[in-house]
């Protein structure tokens, strides 16, 4: 009886140990197969290009992706560069954010130049979430998730710094001076997250939490301030011709239905909701000057993964863009 | 070494391992995966540590009352195991915190049962030793579940499922070897008491070792920062950068390995209430060197130190509960215990960490090592009482 119970056991125990290899064994083969992954189109920042992270199933999901704007149903999609976390593109730049290569260095974040090839590295202290190249490529800024071990408990923060074309920090922005109403804020539990550039690259607008409100703020290298402007905008974008900001906005507390996307025209100063009804946390990229692009997570064959959706700034409907794809950036001529 | 006490160690390295190797992708499963935003973590955190307690305290009296602490243990690591089943189909926020809550309680209820069969395993002289085997193999899996989550995502990036499949596979091993190589506590003869409430009441009612154990516990807890804390002050004096973060609670972890054998057998043989507050006064050291921390060297002493604290405590906390009690009240006594020190854990983030804000880290540490300092003073005379302290 009990050696019965005992071989019970030890088949099990093979069946469980068979079950987890094979899950593996599986996935790496779903990835194995020839990689359509080439040199980058020589005429990739010369002429404008949308820049993402392709989801494609198979070798090069991950990679760095690119097709002609206009193009975007029947245009042939672009792979070269590493496989990434979040993607970001702008000048002649792109930057890489992904995943560490020791267990001491869990994520990093890689300079990429025109041909898509590194040029550098720099650690980063967290789970990537968003990543921003200046329209002129002289800068770009990462922001993460610091989150700690299970010993740690802690909740969470973010960490945005800004760094040069070369990887080379410029500042972390929590270390910044803070004005709300021209008051400096000196409260220790400041969050920043989610940069947008301006043309000049030395000006930016980026989100700061502090004592439990949500800024939308105006940053400046030169000075190393953040100006609050606004209550409420999250992961702003400044359009191509710098005269309007995009965001998403809190509607809610829940986490299920938090986000809608909303856009401020810097001349009039009123803000217009865009098209999009679904609850997406998201840092908003423009097509154009009318046109913003988002990436919507969506669940197929038991995988999560996403597609890149596109909303006129007028609200009307939205529309998929380019299916299984996240991290949108334009890329060629600024407007 | 009784067999069973290495056994339940390789229970839980196994379960450690596949706990933190999920542990470790959430963050990156969630806001890459699900889309979230992990800040949504935080607020469930407390919700899910009052769960805990609760279970924790249950676990430990179902075991006492059935009699059946191997039961009671089966049932919480295989919580363990359906957690990870739960994350598969895992699409929402309402789906993950179903399944990080089935974690946590099933962690809260085989704690207590877990300890009072590695107490019954081992001789009543060596038992600091066998709890220190015991979390020595516990904190090795800790350490690895990390690294195999790292490794595991090398091989398949993005690939979460496989990750979920290879930990619940991991934990599910954990629990045939618990089933199949752990015998029950035997049935208790008729003349045996049995656990009733009632009893439990009247024990902790009376001025026992262990009445005054459980008040020791719960007030050195309160005053007790977690190592977050510590490890945030080290980066916010300059004393660590941020890309060696991530290493700080590997080089805690280490040290409490490597000390929690040794320190075990030195609480045998000089008494365990005394390496127990010997241990404090160490987290104490680790708070005055962390406030003056200005480079690596003081960073590495801070986190010896703490690293001692643990090899010192968590391990030793049980050995001195299990002869303070008759054996039918183990696992409960065990359980009340560590649920005083989750609970004084709790208060003690939420006071520092308003501190913290309030006056910043270093004069926070002072506050928390001179109130932890008095309180260890009171303590002393009281829980030394006895030849070995305590063992009365």
Redesign the interface.
Known sequence: MKNR??KI?IG??VL??A??VG??LT??LS?SGTSAAGTADPALFEERHIVFRSLRPGPD??RVGYVRAGEEQAGRRGLAGP?C?RIAAAGRQAVCLR?G?A????YEVAALDEGLAETADE?L?????RARVAPDGRHFATTV?V??????????ST?TIIYQRDGKVVGNLEDFTFLINGKQDR???RNVWGVTFAADSDRFFVTVAASGRTYLARGDLATRTLTAIQDNAECPSLSPDQTKIAYKKRVNDT??DAWRFHWLDLKTGREHPLGESRS???QLAWLDDEHLMY???K?AG???T?DIWVAPLDGGPPRTLIPDADSPTVVGALT | MPGTVVVLGFVSLLTDIS??MV??VL??FV?????????????L?GFYQAGTAVARIGGGYAADRLGRPKAVAVAGYGLGVLSKVVLL?A???AALSGAIGLDRIGKGLRTGPRDALIAEASPPGALGRSFGVHRALDTLG?LLG??AA?????????????VF??SM??A??GV?LL??KVAERPAAPAARPRARLREAVRLAARRTPMRRMLVAAAAMSALTV????I??TLLERGAVS??????L??A?GVVYLTGAVPLGRLADRYGRPRVFMAGHVAIVAAYLVASGADGLPAAGVTLALLGLYYAATDGVLPAAAAVMVPGEWRATAISALQTCVALGRGLA?VVF?AL??AA?PAPALWAFAGGLAVVLLFAAPTLMRGPLGGRE
């Open positions: 119970a005992n056991m099990l125990a469980l140990v079950a987890a899950t593996v996935s790496v990835r999901l991950g496989h976390l995943a290569r267990p001491g260095r869990p650690p202290s967290g789970v990537p979430s998730f989150s700690g071990h299970n010993y740690i408990s802690l909740g969470f960490e409260s220790v539990d986490s299920q997406i946390d998201d990436a919507v997570p669940a038991g995988r999560t996403a | 706990t933190e542990t470790a963050p990156l806001t890459m995966g699900l889309g979230l935003s992990p800040l949504f973590f935080g607020l955190d189909p699409a929402g926020f800790a990390p690294v790292f490794y595991l995502l090398a091989v398949v990036p993005g690939d979460f499922d496989a499949t290879v596979c991991v599910g091993l045939l089933l199949g977690s190592d977050a804390f490890y945030l941020a890309q060696i973060f991530p290493l609670f590997l805690t983030a960490g913290w804000a910043g």
